[in-house]
């Protein structure tokens, strides 16, 4: 199996900046791309930000030019770096990595991970 973990959400005035971490671990052979969704209360999960690493990047429209996701392939770990936050933002956010792991009995297994979510609120 393999774990996400998350952390860095939180409390923010509008206008403010979080920064969200995500390390993956276990049996991991190889993680194609990482990124970051978020759901708004009574809303669907959105893609917010991913990268399958070096200079490639996608984000939502409405994140463009405010948040920037960047990753460390050694270390298995993605960062979202989220500035001029507005209450529009507020959601919990999750990690997502496309991952290939060995299981228990060493067999190739790949799947779609995510993480258990991190609250992120922007007051006005």
């Known amino acids: 199996q393999v774990q996400l973990v998350e952390s860095g959400g939180g409390l923010v005035q509008s206008g403010g900046s979080l920064t969200l971490s995500c390390a993956a671990s276990?049996?991991?052979?190889?993680?194609?791309?990482m990124g970051w969704y978020r759901q708004a209360p009574g809303k669907e999960r959105e893609l917010v930000a991913s990268?399958?690493?070096?200079?490639?990047?996608n984000y939502a429209d409405s994140v463009k030019g405010r948040f920037t996701i960047s990753r460390d392939n050694a270390k298995n770990t993605v960062t979202l770096q989220m500035n001029t936050l507005k209450p529009e933002d507020t959601a919990v956010y999750y990690c997502?990595?496309?991952?290939?792991?060995?299981?228990?009995?060493?067999?190739?297994?790949?799947?779609?991970?995510w993480g258990q979510g991190t609250q992120v609120t922007v007051s006005s």
């Open positions: 997502n990595a496309d991952v290939v792991f060995k299981n228990s009995v060493d067999e190739f297994v790949a799947m779609i991970s």
């Open positions: 276990g049996r991991i052979v190889n993680i194609y791309s």
């Open positions: 990268t399958s690493g070096g200079e490639t990047a």
